[in-house]
């Protein structure tokens, strides 16, 4: 066992300066206000996810905010219903203009006794311990006094820099790889609206336009709906999420949403060998959300992806090839296209779209000659995006294996921090 130096036994509120939780009532909504009202959904990866998220009123936000007081470097922590995900408030503009509902808790930790980013890799390494608090039989909770009652074990200040310093090594680098497939991202993004909206694609000079009920559009290129193009739709599968190894991935909206699917927290789930070769996810597959909030919200699956199906409030879209699956995958990933789909999706309590709806958004489809020209720019980018994010998943992995020993001692800091410099290196 290594040694940490000395380590106080203490509770949590002995090293916060408050433990609070969200508005325990609603809010009004109002869309682009600019002021964010998150829930439990919205924690998830280390991370504060505002992609879809609840927008609400200047004046309910601070009436929630007298409560919360969010600001950089506060643990964010879900403690009710999915008990035990967690993010670190990060330092932006946007951090003081979100609140919270009851379903997320702010622990603001006094500097003088510890740091946040260590006290948060702690509490994740503790987290099985934490859940355990929760009380509640139909619905689990983490009252806020069993929070404060939580107890931990607190080494000197220059243990838990060197701690959170070894496992921020991971973070920013996974950070890093975000940063650099949002550059690719928008690449990718400019590079089809020069082509395909300015059209000022290669011969574009020599071309003969003709007029649509839309505009104009080169000769020889055709305006098609997505359901044209498509050569297989299907709606998901329905079955119990399990976080246990058995059967394949369970692919769901709250995974697709993200700018990365993180599939090493994506679950499983139990299906026969006939429905599985039904749901079978393969490369240059799209699912789509079809229901909720991010209705619309579409992925397109690259190469590299463990075996998996995908859930029943998904829509699953098909293309005769990789090339179109590429162009089309661009389309349905914009915020165009979710933009369409909002415009013409039913219901107002719980929204949704069917199949129909996702598919009828028209597109230009250009020639098959410049599709096949365009593709060879954009797949290089694909595939350089996926190595990004095999790189991240890789870091993940690695950071979580490290994590609870570090914090428990299991490992001495020393040989970590070693570890991470051979590495870099």
């Known amino acids: 066992m290594a040694d940490h130096g000395a380590k106080v036994r ?40 505002y992609v879809g998220a609840r927008q609400i009123t200047e004046a309910d936000f601070h009436d929630t905010h007298r409560r919360t007081q969010l600001e950089p470097n506060d643990i964010l922590i879900t403690n009710s219903g999915t008990i035990g995900r967690m993010a670190i408030a990060p330092k932006a503009d946007r951090t003081h203009q979100t609140t919270f509902q009851k379903s997320v808790a702010i622990v603001k930790p006094d500097h003088a006794k510890v740091l946040s980013r260590w006290l948060y890799y702690y509490l994740l390494a503790e987290v099985e311990r934490l859940i355990a608090f929760a009380g509640g039989t139909a619905q689990k909770n983490l009252l806020l006094r ?29 950070e890093n790889n975000t940063r650099r497939i949002a550059i690719l991202e928008e690449m990718a993004r400019r590079l089809y609206e020069e082509w395909f909206v300015h059209f000022r694609f290669p011969g574009h000079e020599d071309a003969t336009f003709i007029e649509i009920e839309d505009g104009k559009i080169p000769k020889d290129w055709r ?72 209705t619309g919200y579409a992925k397109r699956l690259n190469k590299k992806f463990p075996r998996s199906v995908f859930a029943s409030y998904l829509v699953r879209m098909r293309f005769p090839n990789q090339i179109l699956s590429r162009y089309f995958g661009m389309i349905m990933e914009s915020e165009n296209y979710k933009q369409f789909i909002h415009q013409h999706m039913s219901g107002a309590a719980q929204p949704n779209a069917n199949a129909q709806v996702l598919t009828s958004m028209r ?14 720019k ?43 410099g051979g590495e870099a290196a």
Request: hydrophobic residues 35%; charged residues 35%; negative net charge.
């Open 378 to 420: 954009i797949k290089p980018i694909t595939d350089a995006k996926e190595v990004l994010q095999l790189k991240s998943a890789n870091a993940r992995s690695q950071r979580d294996l490290l994590l609870p020993k570090l914090i428990s001692g299991e490992i001495d800091v020393s040989k970590a921090e070693e570890r991470i």
């Open 363 to 376: 597109a230009i489809v250009p020639t098959d000659e410049l599709l096949e020209e365009f593709d060879k």
């Open 146 to 174: 069993d929070m404060r009652a939580f107890e931990i074990e607190v080494p000197r200040k220059s243990t838990q820099r060197r701690i959170a310093s070894i496992l921020s090594a991971y973070d920013d680098l996974i």
């Open 223 to 294: 305006l098609k709906s997505i359901g044209e193009m498509t050569s297989h739709v299907r709606y998901g599968y329905t079955a119990r999420a399990q976080s246990k190894a058995e059967g394949p991935k369970f692919l769901r909206i709250t995974d697709i949403v993200p700018n990365e699917i993180s599939w090493e927290s994506v679950p499983y789930c139990e299906i026969s060998e006939k429905n599985l070769d039904k749901y079978m996810l393969e490369e240059g597959d799209i699912v789509v959300a079809r229901t909720g909030a991010t």
């Open 10 to 49: 203490m509770k949590l509120k002995d090293v916060c300066r408050l433990i609070t939780d969200g508005k325990h009532g609603d809010c009004e909504s109002q869309a682009d206000s600019g002021y964010y009202f998150l829930s439990c959904k919205d924690v998830r990866d280390g991370k504060l996810n």
